[in-house]
């Protein structure tokens, strides 16, 4: 693209390809620019929705505001969930660690998020590799459980199961369920109430002064069924099952295995649109960017989502504010301390297909005890998962 494309371009397509041109410099932003981002997209999006409502005779072309305003309003609750919420549980938003505790309590009282604290252990367990993709991940319990998606099925049911859970009212109402109850009744009174008086507030006023349906259209669906949708694929093209050897060994090189990066883009013709064929073939290829890759970016990999390898390569690290060029930096320079180096998808489905495809190949799911057991031959614990598929 940095070659075939003018210079001025070159911005926009860093932060929709999530990649850097060829010697692009380093841009240095604090974490709290990623808050002001979230709230931006959220509000602004809510007030893109809200303008068809609020008029007396809307347009139709007022009432194309409502989509964007989805659009935008998902993008800053995804903003709030995989870069903002994420990072204060790591410690990184802010540099005070009382600070970051304290925005992750709001945004999951807020948000209907598990408990920050609950989440915060949770996570942690993720990133470690005796636990990652066992029973006990929470990214496992979320594919394995609540998408009800099993080990050793053929990819195109497993693709069948996600589609219907999309668009599944039962899907989406145990997804809520299991929310409100991991976010308003947790035990804890200040953050249960928190998120409970917010709710009633927002809720009862807006009943109040007659604008139930705005609420719910402008806010209560891109928190609910929009974020929930995003969620399940995002979450659907983060990890892959390596080969069982090489999930038993829960070593570096499953880590790298394990994780790849999704950048939203695709090749561009190779021909100038000078000729009738270059320019049909341009054109196309801007529609797909454009029409296709665009709202992918917005809507599931946001913020750092597409360089999710190299925030499990490098989980501590404050430089994930500039993602895109530091997972450049780190795979230029090696990857130092591991033993392999990253691994990339273009297109969000494409990285969906192969991760369904590494789960249909695998016999079954470990658990977090058989992960643990220090096995000197890889090969005759590989044997030992193949028998079964652990329930």
Not at 7 to 15: G, V
Not at 178 to 195: C, E, N, P, Q
């Amino acid at each position: 693209m940095a070659e075939r494309l003018p210079a001025p371009l070159q911005p926009f397509l860093t932060w929709l390809t999530a990649r850097p041109a060829p010697g692009e410099a380093s841009i240095d932003r604090p974490g709290t620019a990623f808050v002001i981002r979230a709230l931006l997209w959220t509000f602004g999006g809510c007030g893109l929705s809200l303008v068809p409502l609020l008029l007396g005779d809307a347009s139709v072309l007022a009432w194309l505001l409502m989509p964007l305003g989805w659009l935008a309003t998902s993008c800053g609750l995804g903003l709030f969930q995989v870069v903002v919420f994420h990072h204060c549980a790591h410690g990184t938003v802010f540099r005070e660690r009382e600070a970051n505790r304290r925005v992750g309590r709001l945004v999951s009282a807020l948000l209907l998020f598990k408990r920050f604290e609950d989440y915060q252990h949770e996570h942690m367990l993720h990133h470690s590799p005796k636990k990652l993709l066992t029973e006990e991940d929470e990214f496992a319990n979320f594919v394995l459980g609540l998408c009800e998606l099993e080990a050793g099925r053929p990819k195109r049911q497993l693709w069948r199961q996600v589609a219907f859970s999309l668009v599944s009212p039962a899907f989406h109402g145990r997804f809520l369920q299991r929310r409100i109850r991991a976010s308003l009744f947790t035990g804890d009174r200040a953050h249960d109430w928190t998120g409970r008086l917010a709710w009633g507030g927002a809720i009862l006023g807006a009943l109040a002064i007659g604008q139930g349906v705005a609420f719910f259209l402008a806010w209560v669906l891109p928190v609910t069924v929009l974020l929930q949708a995003a969620t399940v694929l995002r979450i659907l093209c983060e990890h892959r099952f390596p080969e069982p050897a090489v999930m038993a060994v829960r070593d570096r090189a499953f880590v790298c295995h394990a994780t790849a990066g999704v950048f939203p883009g695709s090749m561009p013709p190779a021909e100038p649109a000078t000729s009738p064929a270059g320019l049909l073939r341009w054109a196309g290829w801007w529609l797909e960017m454009l029409a296709l890759h665009l709202p992918v970016r917005l809507f599931v990999l946001v913020g750092d989502a597409p360089c999710h390898d190299f925030h499990h390569r490098r989980p501590a690290t404050r430089r994930w504010t500039d993602y895109i060029h530091a997972r450049q930096n780190d795979l230029e320079a090696g990857s130092p301390g591991f033993p392999s180096g990253y691994v990339e998808n273009w297109g969000l489905f494409a990285a969906i297909d192969e991760n369904l495809a590494s789960l249909a190949a695998q016999p079954c799911v470990p658990t977090a005890k058989e992960a643990s057991c220090v096995l000197s031959d890889a090969t005759t614990y590989a044997g030992k998962l193949s028998v079964g598929r652990v329930s």
